[in-house]
């Protein structure tokens, strides 16, 4: 814990090392299958071509939304936090960040990985869920 009093989770943001346009896309997928282009939180989140079965239900089942950005499509706050890959917090404050890119890295393309190392990055931010049916993921 930081010593701030605890504060309430109203999102996650995601952020891709990729760019949003098209060129930006096609050239990250092409970059990616010839090993000159990674992304940590595509690992987790996407397969080769669309979003994971995995990660669409892990988003499901949060109580706030996760959103996920690319780099140049992100809000300016949330760039702030650092270099891309990354996941952060959005709070009434503003947003936090949560997991960079080796925290990410670290998860090694897993949902469940994430999910864990979201939880406790909340904790040791002094971040909760909302109170949603007694029931936190």
Known sequence: MTGRPDVTLTGLVGVYDADHTLRGELSYWVGARL???????CDVTHGALRPTR?????????????????????????????????VAAETATG??????PDELARCGGSVAALG?????????????WPETAGVTP
Request: net charge positive; hydrophobic share 45%; proline share 12%.
């Open 35 to 41: 090993g000159r282009a990674h992304c940590a939180l």
């Open 54 to 86: 995995a990660w669409r239900e892990y988003r499901a089942s949060l109580p706030v939304p996760f959103t996920t950005r690319h780099r140049d499509d992100a809000p300016a706050a949330v760039r702030a936090l650092g270099p891309p890959p990354l």
């Open 95 to 100: 947003p936090r960040l949560l997991l960079g």
């Open 116 to 128: 864990r190392a979201i939880a406790t990055a909340l904790a040791a931010h002094g971040l909760r």
